[in-house]
């Protein structure tokens, strides 16, 4: 097996030296994203990509309904959080999570960890070859996943690696990695014209990160009432709890691993939810799961130039803007 070093395998270290070599910098930009980060001092240096293949998939862990007597120990709390009593009077299920909420959903949560590890891993390795470029940053990044066979997937990371000319303008490398905390370029899942508008207004990115959920509840009878085609227009309770948990401990996830970037703002770039059914015996157990997929940003080196605090304007080197009329008067031609 080839040697790996810096995390990379060789066929990356041999794509980085060919980018070096050419003197031509490969860019997966538009034309019009390629001009927009030039405004704000950014030069693209090459398209970096990164990989990882992995078998993802679950265990079984038992019927919904008594998954709160687990090594976990039970939910708590009332509603979704444990057994509780639905509307028409008959017990419910409780909704579990794999964050916590309401009881460990301890059945995928091996599968929501070799998500995220395969997710962050391919976006690391993309960053290493970024470094390899000595680049700052990457934008327009895209992370996806495909099924190759059965339970193995593959997971991509792609983007266009750039380098600051101006540090008063865009900034240089520091950014950390949402799983590693190790620092290096920074990344962005939005386009090179969105992050020359983040730029403008005065924010930097500072990295990517991903919150991801999987919530069960058990089949109840209430919920297969719901559920059942007589039961007319009315809103099934087990489901909508079902997914406004899923998304919650998603998001909560979201917010816990930009917390490691130092943001002071989270950009959601992408968002998924879905629901499907395992076999609980004769019954079933009900699943969704939420992705939630975010750029943490930051203030940065023109913030101060658009905070209109009284301690960023003494921070201003710049000539005061003088209006060509007096105050409060206005030419009557320009309003017609």
């Not at 009881?103 to 070799?114: K, T």
């Not at 996806?144 to 059965?150: I, V």
Request: hydrophobic share 40%; glycine share 16%; charged share 15%.
């Amino acid at each position: 097996m080839a040697t790996w070093s810096d995390g990379l395998p060789p066929a990356a270290h041999a794509r980085a030296a060919r980018q070096r070599e050419s003197g031509v910098a490969g860019s997966l930009l538009s034309a019009p994203g390629a001009a927009a980060i030039g405004s704000v001092a950014l030069q693209p240096v090459g398209e970096v990509f990164g990989s990882l293949v992995v078998q993802l998939g679950w265990a079984g862990g038992g019927c919904g309904i008594w998954a709160t007597a687990s090594p976990f120990g039970p939910g708590s709390g009332s509603g979704m959080g444990a057994l509780g009593r639905g509307m028409l009077g008959g017990w419910t299920s409780p909704v579990l999570t794999t964050g916590g909420r309401g009881g460990r959903n301890a059945g995928f949560g091996a599968y929501v960890q070799a998500f995220a590890r395969a997710w962050h891993g391919a976006h690391d390795r993309m960053v290493a070859e970024a470094g390899l470029l000595a680049a700052d940053g990457v934008v327009g990044v895209q992370v996806r996943r495909r099924r190759l066979d059965g339970q193995i997937w593959e997971f991509t990371a792609v983007g266009t690696a750039v380098r600051t000319l101006d540090t008063s303008v865009s900034p240089r490398a520091g950014g950390r990695g949402a799983r590693t905390g190790a620092p290096g370029p920074w990344t962005a899942g939005f386009s090179a014209e969105h992050t020359t508008a983040l730029l403008q207004s005065g924010y930097v990115p500072r990295g990517m990160a991903l919150g991801l959920s999987v919530s069960t509840k058990h089949e109840d009878a209430l919920l297969q009432q719901q559920r059942s085609t007589w039961a007319g227009n009315t809103e099934v309770d087990g489901l909508t709890h079902l997914l406004e948990a899923a998304r919650d401990d998603a998001r909560q996830q979201l917010t816990r691993r930009a917390g490691t970037l130092r943001a002071s703002d989270l950009v959601v770039t992408g968002s998924s939810v879905g629901e499907f059914e395992t076999s609980c015996g004769d019954e079933v157990d009900l699943h969704a799961e939420a992705l939630f997929i975010g750029t943490a940003i930051a203030p940065g080196p023109m913030h101060a130039f658009r905070d209109r605090s009284a301690q960023a304007v003494t921070r201003r080197d710049v000539t005061s803007v003088i209006p060509l009329t007096d105050p409060g008067v206005r030419s009557a031609s320009r309003h017609r």
